[in-house]
C-alpha cells in the first residue's frame, strides 16, 4: 500500500515543511550506520578507477551554453538522490554507495542481452565531453560539462529488435547501504524510461563523468543519464538495467504521483507544475533568475519527436 508522505522536492524551496526535514534527520541518521560499516570494508572493494584514463575527454563543441557553467562546489553539493534522503545534503550518505564493481545488464529485446563491466561498457563507447543545462521541476537549474556517450552507441551495440519500442533504465537497489531505500513507501528501485526515438536523439546522454573526472557519488556514479530537454527526474541516477521493452514503463515518479510527475516530463516554461509556476528558475550558485526556455533551450533537437502526440501530456 502507497503511504502519502510529502517528499522535499515536490515542494518549492521556499515551502519546504518542517516535516520533510524530520524525515532527513532520520534518513540521515540512518545513513550514518550504512556509513560505519563500508569503513570496515577492505579497500580494494572500491579500486582505483581503471576508467580515469578517459578525463578529460575531448568537448564536443556542437553543445554550446547560453550561460556560464555552474560552479562545481554548488552543483556537487546541492542533489536530489532520494535513495540517500530527501534533503539536497546527499554528499556523506552516498559515499557508502560502492561504484566498483558495477555490472550493467542491458536486456529485453535486444539481439543480444548482456552483462558488463562498467569498464568494458565505457571502452566500447565514443566518450567526449558535452556543455548541457539541467532544470529541475523544482525550477532550479545548472550547466555543467558531462563526460560520457551517446545512448544511440549503446542502442547500436545492443541492437533492439523490432518489438523495441521504449527503454527502461534502473537504479541499483540495496537498502543497506541506501537508508532511502528502507522507506518502503517509494516503488523502489528508481525507474525512468524513454521513446526509443528519444532515446536514439542526439542528446541522449549517457554520463560517467563531469567537470572532466569521474561523477561524484551524489550525482550518479558510475553511470547516469542526461536528457537535458526533459525536466530533471528523467535523468536517473547510478544505473545497472537497461531493457528494452514493447510497453511504456512506469517511472518512479509518476508511479508516486502521475498528475504532477508524467512520462513525458518536456521543460515548458508555460505549462506550470500543479502547485507553482515553471517560467523562471534559480541558477545554482548564484542568486541569478532566468526565463525557463521551451524543451530548456533544444527544441531544435527534439521539438520533432512529439509531432502527432499534442494530444499526451507532454509537459508534465
Ligand atoms: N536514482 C535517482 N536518480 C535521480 C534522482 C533520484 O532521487 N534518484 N533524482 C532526480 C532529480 S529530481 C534530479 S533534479 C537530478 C539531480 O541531479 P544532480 O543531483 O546531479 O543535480 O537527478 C535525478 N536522478
Ligand atoms: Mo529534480
Known amino acids: ?75 556537487t553539493t546541492y542533489n536530489n538522490y532520494y535513495e540517500f534522503g530527501s534533503s539536497k545534503s546527499v554528499v556523506a550518505a552516498a559515499k557508502s554507495l560502492q561504484t566498483r564493481p558495477w555490472t550493467v545488464t542491458i536486456d529485453g529485446l535486444v539481439e543480444k542481452p548482456i552483462q558488463v563491466s562498467i ?17 529541475c521541476v523544482e525550477a532550479w537549474a545548472m550547466a555543467v560539462p558531462w563526460t560520457g556517450f551517446p545512448m544511440k552507441a549503446l542502442l547500436d551495440m545492443a541492437k533492439p529488435l523490432s518489438g523495441a519500442k521504449y527503454v527502461r533504465m534502473q537504479t541499483f537497489q540495496n537498502p543497506k547501504v541506501a537508508p532511502g531505500q528502507r522507506q518502503t513507501w517509494y516503488p523502489w528501485p528508481y525507474t525512468e524510461g524513454l521513446t526509443i526515438e528519444e532515446a536514439a536523439n542526439d542528446l541522449t546522454f549517457l554520463a560517467t563523468g563531469v ?34 521493452a514493447a ?30 509556476s515553471q517560467a523562471t528558475e534559480r541558477m545554482l550558485g548564484t542568486d541569478e533568475m532566468r526565463p525557463t526556455l521551451p524543451f530548456n533551450g533544444y527544441g531544435e533537437y527534439v521539438a520533432e519527436l512529439y509531432k502527432g502526440k499534442e494530444g499526451e501530456k507532454l509537459y508534465l
Not at 41 to 48: F, I, T
Not at 247 to 276: D, I, M, T
Request: aromatic share 10%.
Open 247 to 276: 510497453e511504456r514503463p512506469k517511472s518512479f515518479w509518476e508511479a508516486l504521483q502521475a498528475e504532477e510527475y508524467g512520462f513525458w516530463a518536456n521543460v515548458n516554461p508555460e505549462v506550470p507544475h500543479p502547485r507553482w
Open 119 to 135: 569498464e568494458d561498457l565505457v571502452r566500447q563507447m565514443p566518450v567526449e565531453e558535452r556543455l548541457y543545462r539541467h532544470r
Open 211 to 244: 567537470y572532466g573526472k569521474p561523477l561524484p557519488n551524489q550525482m550518479g556514479a558510475p553511470l547516469r543519464l542526461a536528457v537535458p530537454w526533459k525536466y530533471g527526474f528523467k535523468s536517473i541516477k547510478s544505473i545497472d538495467r537497461i531493457t528494452l
Open 1 to 75: 500500500m502507497l503511504i502519502r508522505r510529502p517528499r522535499g522536492w515536490e515542494i518549492p524551496e521556499s515551502q519546504a515543511t518542517p516535516e520533510s526535514v524530520v524525515l532527513d534527520r532520520r534518513s540521515l541518521l540512518a545513513g550514518a550506520g550504512a556509513v560505519l560499516s563500508t569503513a570496515t570494508m577492505p579497500a580494494y572493494a572500491q579500486g582505483p578507477d581503471l576508467l580515469a584514463g578517459i578525463y578529460p575527454a575531448k568537448r564536443n563543441e556542437r553543445f554550446a551554453l547560453d550561460r556560464p557553467v555552474t560552479p562545481e562546489a554548488a552543483s
